[in-house]
């Protein structure tokens, strides 16, 4: 079985622009949480997707946005980037919501912003 | 903020010993997990206890949870170079918010 696949694996952006990130999760899996991790702040909840809706939500401007495909790939999207927004962006999917078992990670998406 | 806080922040050992790490959290939980991760790589799925259990093993992991202190902690036994890594607690409050939300990691150095 295939696993978390996200792309790209690394990206350079500069101030002002936007970015998608993509996120293919396990197969059969329905539920793809978003997480940001910098050395500052550590791994921070961004959203949880679900079966195409937003279940859940962390404490981040409105910049940054996702959403789920039926297929269950997922895309998050931050428009007008900040140098702040440079981190590696973790991607994970459960079988079921993501509170009730394990998570299961892609790669991450480091992107850094000039 | 963070739900769990790992200590120590890092912890250096010799192949062979046995490292402990803890996380203590501040809301009550439906359940725990730890997880590795490895420099810069995704994270890694060890072990999930729940909120009714005290003790779980899994080979040379031992993760007890003491619900009373809101205090876990991950023993890792006979400990290799290949378990170099960051650790990390997650919690799932188990008031109503349903997400996952991590702590600030134990970076963990095996020397061999």
């Known amino acids: 079985k295939a696993g978390v696949t996200q792309t790209p694996r690394y990206l350079i952006k500069t101030r002002g622009q936007q970015v998608t990130l993509s996120c293919s999760p396990i197969s059969g899996h329905r539920s793809v949480s978003w997480y940001q991790q910098t050395p500052g702040q550590g791994l921070q909840f961004l959203f949880e997707y679900f079966s195409e809706t937003q279940r859940n939500k962390g404490n981040f401007p409105g910049r940054f946005s996702g959403r789920q495909f039926s297929n269950s790939r997922s895309e998050m999207n931050v428009s007008t980037l900040e140098l702040g927004d440079s981190a590696l962006y973790l991607c994970?999917?459960?079988?079921?919501?993501?509170?009730?078992?394990?998570?299961?990670f892609g790669e991450g998406s480091r992107l850094t912003v000039l | 903020s963070q739900q769990g806080e790992e200590d120590p922040q890092a912890l250096s050992i010799q192949e062979g010993e046995n490292a402990t790490m803890n996380c203590s959290y501040k809301t009550s939980i439906n359940n725990l997990q730890w997880y590795r991760q490895n420099s810069g790589r995704g994270l890694v799925h060890l072990i999930l206890?729940?909120?009714?259990?005290r003790e779980k093993h899994s080979g040379r992991l031992r993760v007890t949870l003491d619900t009373s202190k809101k205090s876990s902690s991950l023993l890792i036994t006979a400990s290799r170079a290949a378990d170099t890594a960051s650790y990390f607690c997650?919690?799932?409050?188990?008031?109503?918010?349903?997400?996952?939300?991590f702590g600030t990691g134990t970076k963990l150095q095996v020397i061999p």
């Open positions: 997650a919690t799932v409050y188990s008031g109503g918010y349903q997400k996952v939300t």
């Open positions: 994970a999917s459960s079988m079921g919501l993501a509170f009730t078992g394990e998570l299961f």
């Open positions: 206890i729940r909120s009714n259990e």
